[in-house]
């Protein structure tokens, strides 16, 4: 039998499996005579090609294995809603896991296995077989903050976030609006609902809570979450704060690369960037404004554009699933008049690496955590446009406590025009508000490196959590 197994499973697709393999590749640097086995599980909606990703990373990472979990056994009527099915999905994979723990557990002592949020109804089977049972929460303490804090809420008014409009006051972070609060957790009656309070509801109870942070990046949130604040109730478990974890890059030849060679011809800190993720698909009318804004500002600029939703009632979406041209996107004549002042690529670049560039003084973000952790590594301020889940919270943390990131004026139904963008834009490039976030994010880009160094918080949370695992080997 091997000496230790680490078990990780991710939520269904490749969004929250890159920052897993991450944490896999962080416990065998720190000790590589624990194994590491990642569940995989099929999902039934479009996140990005796994099976290209797990290939590379078992080349480049063979002590990292995989193990395919088969398709899940859904009912026939089950939603077909993206949150539905990603809380859906392993709960109904449950006694496949079961007998797969029990397989492995022939093999090596299984020391932890460790859950997304998602993948919450594993909590059960894991801890039926006395399993030390620990949750990996890819965003940061602030959004733990909230997410623990939920079921609190939860006990203390029987009305729906959507029904209300008041502020709500969470231990560790600025009040939050009603409106603020993520779409899925709108309407307390909702399958999705439930399953992020009982998910709540087991986090306070697991063996420990991995966060992607670190303590210099979110201070009043670690204390709050340190000091039990947020589970007012009953005991915290240990809370680790162990990032920035992030994908180390895309490996990309700057000389091949058209983005990277582009930002190597333009002034330092000159280019504004704009990219709004994997799932940030804007309507052709905000496209246009975004491109107004853009020219309007006068700021050099590289913008990732995706097509617009095909449920947008716009020619440029009438060719089916065919990809969407930019002169069918964006105003006439646009890119000819912005010239070399701007470079506008279709769907993918490679953000890191762009990030990291002397050329780029500025991030347009749609506030995703990996984001936020990519442009404090890099020391990037930013200019805050959420979009979906968590987001709109982020940006309270981003603007209001860390202070790393100025707003942008957003309508009712989150419509940003065109001089919206053009203010913001100019604010951070231009402005003395601007000046203040860009000092603020250097000194966060600083504490980043030191939480990873020998004697740095990250790492001495790390090895704190593995010494948990290995002592008793």
Known sequence: MESGMVVLYPSPGIGHLVSMVELGKLVHTHHPSLSVTIFITPAPFETGSTDKYIKTVSVTNPSI?????????????????????????????????HDTLVTLSEKATIKAVVLDFFSNAAFQISTRLKIPTYFFYTSGASGLCAFLHLATIHKTTSDSFKDVNIFFDIPGVPPVHSSHMPMVWSDRETYSYK????????????????????????????????????????????????????????????????????????PSKSVVFLCFGSQGVLKKEQLKEIAIGLEKSEQRFLWVVRDPPRDDKTESNSGGGEEVGLDAILPGGFLGRIGDKGMVVKNWAPQPAILSHESVGGFVSHCGWNSVLETVVAGVPLVAWPLYAEQK????????????????????DDFVTAESLEKSVRELMLGEKGAAVRERILEMRER?????????????????????????L
């Not at 056994?73 to 999905?89: H, R, T, V």
């Not at 919270?393 to 009712?412: F, W």
């Not at 001495?460 to 948990?468: A, G, Q, T």
């Open 195 to 266: 399953k992020f309070i009982d998910t709540a509801n087991n986090m306070a109870k697991s063996s420990g809570i991995m966060a992607n942070t670190f303590v210099g990046l979110e201070e009043r949130a670690v204390d709050a979450l340190r000091e039990g604040k947020c589970i007012p109730n009953g005991p915290t478990p240990p809370i680790y704060f162990i990032g920035p974890l992030i994908a180390g890059g895309n490996h990309v030849d700057p000389s091949e690369n058209e983005c990277l060679k582009w930002l190597n011809s333009q």
């Open 65 to 97: 294995k995989f193990h395919q979990l088969p398709n899940a056994d859904l009912p026939s009527d089950f939603s077909s809603e993206f949150i539905d099915l990603a809380f859906g999905i392993p709960e109904f994979n449950n006694p496949i896991v």
């Open 448 to 472: 980043a490196k030191a939480a990873v160094e020998n004697g740095g918080s990250s790492k001495v949370e790390f090895s704190k959590l593995i010494r948990s695992w290995t002592d008793v």
């Open 393 to 412: 919270m982020n940006r309270v943390y981003l603007v209001e406590e860390i202070k790393v990131a100025l707003a942008v004026d957003m309508s009712s």
